[in-house]
């Protein structure tokens, strides 16, 4: 699995696996526009804890309603991986 680049605020950061100490550094959310305590690296952008959580939600809320007419039993115990 490939290093995901982290950006911590007033802290440093993780970039392709090598830590980087800065306290000048500033964490900045691309999805959100608001500056956070820590990003993680998403394609082009960064994407703060807030962000990705709703992204996990909105995977297992899609997965429910696209996959629940079809299913007989209880639809979130299909919610895996
Ligand atoms: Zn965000």
């Given at each position: 699995m490939?290093?995901?680049?982290?950006?911590?605020?007033?802290?440093?950061s993780?970039?392709?696996?090598?830590?980087?100490?800065?306290p000048?550094?500033?964490?900045?959310?691309?999805?959100?526009?608001?500056?956070?305590?820590?990003?993680?690296?998403?394609?082009?952008?960064?994407?703060c804890?807030?962000?990705l959580r709703?992204?996990?939600?909105a995977l297992?809320v899609?997965?429910?309603?696209?996959?629940?007419?079809k299913?007989?039993?209880t639809?979130w115990?299909k919610?895996?991986?």
């Amino acid at each position: 699995m490939p290093s995901i680049d982290v950006h911590v605020s007033q802290a440093g950061s993780i970039v392709a696996g090598e830590l980087k100490t800065d306290p000048t550094i500033v964490a900045k959310c691309t999805l959100c526009a608001r500056t956070v305590e820590a990003v993680a690296a998403i394609g082009e952008g960064t994407a703060c804890a807030v962000c990705l959580r709703e992204r996990l939600d909105a995977l297992s809320v899609a997965r429910f309603r696209l996959c629940e007419p079809k299913s007989t039993g209880t639809p979130w115990g299909k919610v895996t991986g």
